[in-house]
C-alpha cells in the first residue's frame, strides 16, 4: 500500500506553503470518508474483492501521479491523492474484519499485531527507500513507479491465495480448516447470510465508547509526535531532522522493534495465565500513553545544548506508542468478530478526524515556532488527552465478546448465541416429560 506521505521533490515546482499544505491533506479528505463505509462493503462483497480494488486502485493512482503533475500541477495532485485517500480508507477496516474470519479467539492478539507491524514496516522501508530511488536515475517519479509496481504485485499474491474465510481457502489443509472452524462460535449459514448490525446497542455499549474514545485520543497524541514535535525541535531547538534521512526513520524504527516486544511480552503472560487478554489490553495501553505523556512534557523543557537528548525522547515516544496496537487497536475483534470491520469504520472515521483536529490546535497556540512555552501548552494538553483518555479506558474497556455480537442479537429478544450454555429447568423437564406422554 503506497504512502500517504509527500514524495521528496526536486525544485521543479514552484508550490507555496498553502500548496503545499493542501497537498499534504488532500489524502486524509478522501480516507476520512470511505473509512465509515469500508464496513459496510466488506459484508456485502466479502474482504477479498474490497481489499484487492482498493490496494489496485492505490497502485494506479500512484502510477498516473508522475504525469498528471506534468499535466496540470499541484491540482491534479490533490485530486489524484484524495482519490488514493478513498481507496485506502475501507483498508483498516477490511483488515479488521479479516482477522475476526480467519484467527482463533486463542491467537486473534498475536495474529493482530503481527498485521500492524506490517504497516511499521512499510513506513520503515518508505523512509529509506523513497529517498534512495529519489537520489537515483529515476529521481522522484521513480517513488511513485516503484510503490506502484509492488502494489501491483501484491494484488496478485492477494488474488491468488487470499480468501475471505478458511472454508474457501484452497491451500490450507482439513484439520488446519476445522481448527479454525470450529473455534468460531456462528451459526451453519453464518458466511452466506449479512448479519443486521445493531446500532443502537452499538452506541449505547460502554465497552465500546471506551474504546471509541481512547483511540481518538491515541491518534491525537501520535500526530502531535510525529508532526509537531519535528516542527518544535526545528523552530526551538533549531535542528531539520527531516533532512536526515536517519533522524526521520529512527522512530519508525523504533516502533517497528518494539511492536516485537511487545507482541512477544502479551504471548508470554497470556500463555503463562498471568494476565487476562483484558489485563493485558489495559497495561500495555497505560505503557504506551503514559510514557509517551512523560516525554512529551520532557521534551517541551529541552533547550539547544540537549538535541541528542531531544532525539531519544522523541524516538522512545514513538517505540512506546506502538504498544497501544496490543493496547487497542485490536479490541474491536474482541467486542465484536461479526461487527468488526463495521466497529473499525466508525472509530477510523473519529480518529481521522484528530489527525486534522491535531495540527490545527497546535496552530492556533504556536504562533511564533521558536518559542517554547507556547509549544509546551501544546505538548501539556496532549498529555492530559493522553492520560484522562486512558483512565476511562481502564475504567470501562474490556477484551470480551459483547452480547451484541450474536447472529441472532436483533432477532431474538434473547438471542441463543449471546447466551451461555445452561441446565434444563425442572419446569421444563416437566413440559418435556409431558410431550413425550402425550405422543406416546
Given at each position: 500500500m503506497p504512502s500517504p506521505r509527500t514524495p521528496i521533490f526536486r525544485q521543479e515546482y514552484d508550490w507555496n506553503a498553502a500548496e503545499k499544505s493542501y497537498i499534504i491533506s488532500s489524502f486524509f479528505w478522501g480516507y476520512l470518508i470511505t473509512q465509515f463505509m469500508g464496513g459496510y462493503?466488506?459484508?456485502?462483497?466479502?474482504?477479498?474483492?474490497?481489499?484487492?480494488?482498493?490496494?489496485?486502485?492505490?497502485?494506479?493512482?500512484?502510477?498516473?501521479?508522475?504525469?498528471?503533475?506534468?499535466?496540470?500541477?499541484?491540482?491534479?495532485?490533490?485530486?489524484?491523492?484524495?482519490?488514493?485517500?478513498?481507496?485506502?480508507?475501507?483498508?483498516?477496516?477490511?483488515?479488521h474484519q479479516h482477522l475476526a474470519r480467519w484467527s482463533p479467539p486463542e491467537e486473534r492478539n498475536r495474529l493482530g499485531a503481527l498485521t500492524y507491524t506490517g504497516i511499521e514496516f512499510g513506513n520503515v522501508l518508505s523512509m529509506f527507500g523513497s529517498g534512495m530511488i529519489a537520489r537515483s536515475p529515476m529521481g522522484w517519479p521513480g517513488i511513485s513507479y516503484i510503490s506502484a509496481a509492488v502494489v501491483f504485485a501484491c494484488c496478485i499474491l492477494w488474488f491468488i491465495f487470499g480468501s475471505n474465510n478458511a472454508t474457501e481457502s484452497r491451500f490450507i489443509g482439513e484439520a488446519e480448516r476445522n481448527y479454525i472452524e470450529s473455534s468460531l462460535q456462528h451459526g451453519e449459514n453464518y458466511y452466506k447470510a449479512i448479519i443486521p448490525i445493531p446500532w443502537r446497542a452499538i452506541w449505547t455499549s460502554v465497552p465500546f465508547l471506551a474504546l471509541l474514545a481512547t483511540r481518538c485520543a491515541a491518534i491525537y497524541g501520535i500526530s502531535t509526535l510525529q508532526a509537531e514535535?519535528?516542527?518544535?525541535?526545528?523552530?526551538?531547538?533549531?535542528?531539520?531532522i527531516k533532512e536526515n534521512a536517519l533522524f526521520s526513520a529512527l522512530p519508525f524504527v523504533a516502533s517497528w522493534t518494539m511492536a516485537y516486544i511487545f507482541l512477544i511480552a502479551s504471548d508470554i503472560l497470556l500463555k503463562k495465565k498471568w494476565l487476562s487478554l483484558t489485563a493485558i489490553r489495559k497495561t500495555f495501553n497505560s505503557l504506551a500513553f503514559w510514557i509517551s505523556a512523560a516525554t512529551l512534557i520532557g521534551i517541551g523543557f529541552l533547550d539547544m545544548e540537549q538535541k541528542s537528548l531531544a532525539i531519544v525522547l522523541m524516538t522512545?515516544?514513538?517505540?512506546?506508542?506502538?504498544?497501544?496496537?496490543?493496547?487497542?487497536?485490536?479490541?474491536?475483534?474482541?467486542?465484536?468478530?461479526?461487527?468488526?470491520?463495521?466497529?473499525?469504520?466508525?472509530?477510523?472515521?473519529?480518529?481521522?478526524?484528530?489527525?486534522?483536529?491535531?495540527?490545527?490546535?497546535?496552530?492556533?497556540?504556536?504562533?511564533?515556532?521558536?518559542?517554547?512555552?507556547?509549544?509546551?501548552?501544546?505538548?501539556?494538553?496532549?498529555?492530559?488527552?493522553?492520560?484522562?483518555?486512558?483512565?476511562?479506558?481502564?475504567?470501562?474497556?474490556?477484551?470480551?465478546?459483547?452480547?451484541?455480537?450474536?447472529?441472532?442479537?436483533?432477532?431474538?429478544?434473547?438471542?441463543?448465541?449471546?447466551?451461555?450454555?445452561?441446565?434444563?429447568?425442572?419446569?421444563?423437564?416437566?413440559?418435556?416429560?409431558?410431550?413425550?406422554?402425550?405422543?406416546?
Open positions: 462493503l466488506c459484508k456485502l462483497f466479502g474482504v477479498k474483492r474490497v481489499m484487492i480494488w482498493a490496494t489496485f486502485c492505490s497502485g494506479v493512482c500512484s502510477a498516473v501521479t508522475p504525469p498528471l503533475i506534468n499535466w496540470s500541477g499541484w491540482g491534479a495532485y490533490c485530486g489524484i491523492r484524495v482519490i488514493m485517500g478513498c481507496a485506502q480508507g475501507v483498508i483498516f477496516p477490511s483488515m514535535i519535528p516542527a518544535y525541535m526545528n523552530g526551538v531547538l533549531q535542528m531539520d522512545l515516544s514513538v517505540g512506546i506508542h506502538s504498544g497501544a496496537t496490543i493496547g487497542s487497536s485490536i479490541n474491536t475483534i474482541d467486542l465484536s468478530a461479526n461487527h468488526a470491520s463495521i466497529l473499525m469504520g466508525i472509530i477510523q472515521t473519529a480518529s481521522t478526524g484528530m489527525s486534522i483536529i491535531t495540527p490545527l490546535i497546535a496552530g492556533a497556540i504556536v504562533t511564533n515556532k521558536g518559542d517554547r512555552s507556547q509549544w509546551q501548552i501544546v505538548f501539556i494538553i496532549t498529555a492530559v488527552i493522553f492520560i484522562v483518555f486512558n483512565c476511562i479506558y481502564v475504567a470501562f474497556g474490556k477484551a470480551v465478546t459483547q452480547p451484541w455480537d450474536a447472529e441472532d442479537f436483533l432477532l431474538d429478544s434473547q438471542p441463543k448465541l449471546a447466551r451461555p450454555p445452561s441446565k434444563t429447568t425442572k419446569l421444563e423437564k416437566l413440559e418435556e416429560n409431558k410431550a413425550i406422554s402425550n405422543n406416546s
